[in-house]
């Protein structure tokens, strides 16, 4: 579902939170009697079409950034990315 994420001028993903001013990865179990602050990493977005990109090097540089830090954040590759809704929008690596 990469493709709805163009046109943003950036993308920001919660990599921690910040719970009473302490830093955790963990979601706080109790999240109505804590100050808890989601702690972002932004990335630069990008406006191009990625619904007719068929190969990755087709693909933005700053898409390929956000897919690189996804693959190293949850230490595994990514392999297939859908660029569209139809079943030949989807990039097989």
Not at 14 to 29: F, L, M, R, S
Not at 55 to 60: R, V
Not at 74 to 90: A, C, F, K, W, Y
């Amino acid at each position: 579902k990469s493709d709805v994420l163009s046109g943003f001028e950036e993308i920001k993903v919660c990599t921690a939170y910040k719970v009473n001013g302490q830093i955790t990865e963990e979601v706080p179990y109790d999240l109505c009697n804590a100050s808890v602050e989601p702690v972002y990493q932004t990335f630069k977005g990008w406006s191009a079409d990625l619904s007719i990109c068929r190969k990755q090097a087709e693909l933005p540089s700053e898409f390929a950034a956000y897919v690189q830090f996804l693959e190293q954040t949850l230490n595994m590759p990514i392999h297939i990315i859908s660029v569209g809704p139809d079943r030949e929008q989807t990039i097989i690596d």
